[in-house]
T-cell receptor, first 113, second 117 residues
């Protein structure tokens, strides 16, 4: 049983650019959530995807968007990057409705300069 | 509104000491879940425990134990005989339960535990 894998592990972008982060769900999981973790803080919920549709969103602006594919993998896209977007981005997968709990990946460390 | 407070920012102990990490939560939901996760330097959040709001029994798993008290809205985590490998950031989290589905996780700010040899 494979876990959640995220790519890339580290990324440096310039303010104003766009970035795409990728996540492969754990085998058998059909729900994906994304979290942003700023340095020294707890993770903050960005949004969740189930059956290729967003079904929950935290307090993040529209320039944070996502996709879920038929194989349940997912992308997080951030447009017009700001310095405050520098953070660890964590992907978590689960069964429908969060049943069985969430399995997290190791995250992508994004630095915006 | 839902909220999780971990008042201890950093704790440092010497190996073999017992240590308790505090967690206080706020929610108006009657059905909810509480979690503890461990985050080593690699960044991955490692699941430790999930407890639903109707189960106040304390739980022990090896050197780990959890004390859930609804009367004080607390869900504390104790490590007995700590080891250097326990050094990590520990997060307490809360989620609701709506329409048969578990909601997203709301995390505290975490407690950084350093266990020195």
């Amino acid at each position: 049983e494979t876990g959640v894998t995220q790519s890339p592990t580290h990324l440096i972008k310039t303010r104003g650019q766009q970035v795409t982060l990728r996540c492969s769900s754990q085998s058998g999981h059909n729900t994906v959530s994304w979290y942003q973790q700023a340095l020294g803080q707890g993770p903050q919920f960005i949004f969740q995807y189930y059956r290729e549709e967003e079904n929950g969103r935290g307090n993040f602006p529209p320039r944070f968007s996502g996709l879920q594919f038929p194989n349940y993998s997912s992308e997080l896209n951030v447009n017009a990057l700001e310095l405050d977007d520098s953070a660890l981005y964590l992907c978590a997968s689960s069964l429908e409705g969060g049943l069985g709990g969430y399995t997290f990946g190791s995250g992508t460390r994004l630095t915006v300069v | 509104a839902q909220k999780v407070t971990q008042a201890q920012t950093e704790i440092s102990v010497v190996e073999k000491e017992d240590v308790t990490l505090d967690c206080v939560y706020e929610t108006r939901d009657t059905t909810y879940y509480l979690f503890w996760y461990k985050q080593p330097p690699s960044g991955e959040l490692v699941f430790l425990i999930r407890r639903n709001s109707f189960d106040e029994q304390n739980e022990i798993s090896g050197r780990y134990s959890w004390n859930f008290q609804k009367s004080t809205s607390s869900f504390n985590f104790t490590i007995t005989a700590s080891q250097v490998v326990d050094s990590a950031v520990y997060f307490c989290a809360l989620s609701g339960f709506y329409g048969g589905s578990q909601g997203n996780l709301i995390f505290g700010k975490g407690t950084k535990l350093s266990v020195k040899p």
